[in-house]
């Protein structure tokens, strides 16, 4: 799975692999030093750098969704990237490079956004796209 959003710089790892939490709840490792878990009591995913556990990231998107597509997160003590405190729009996709991640998560092909047709389930595609004179 990889994501999409950070900056080169961040100290946050860009590719995971599924893992089940001693919970049973689904959630990423990073292939560096990157956790990602759900708390069902704070209701939030938490990315987290194992060797680290000032940096931080939370999002409020639902367990349901497994973070799979976009989601605001807000991210601490990340400097290089967001200083003390940013917020950022993350997507944990498993899309190609030659697909377009809808908001959802679903892929299609890269050629379909902004075509004036609505490709993706959730219309996600024909958003923010801006006419090139």
């Given amino acids: 799975i990889k994501v999409h959003g950070l900056c080169q710089r961040s100290k946050f790892d860009s590719t995971y692999e599924v893992l089940n939490d001693e919970r049973g709840y689904l959630g990423y490792k990073g292939l560096r030093n990157t956790k990602v878990s759900y708390n069902p009591k704070e209701r939030q995913w938490k990315m987290y750098l194992v060797n680290n556990p000032n940096i931080t990231a939370y999002s409020n998107a639902s367990m349901e969704s497994l973070l799979m597509g976009n989601h605001m997160w807000t991210v601490f003590n990340d400097f290089d990237c967001f200083g003390a405190v940013g917020t950022t729009l993350l997507s944990f996709t498993t899309c190609a490079e030659d697909q377009f991640t809808c908001n ?9 956004r902004c075509n004036s047709q609505p490709d993706c389930s959730d219309l996600s595609d024909e958003f923010d796209c801006k006419k090139i004179d």
């Avoid at 998560?105 to 379909?112: A, P, T, W």
Wanted: hydrophobic share 45%; charged share 10%.
């Fill in 104 to 112: 959802n998560g679903l892929c299609i092909n890269i050629l379909k």
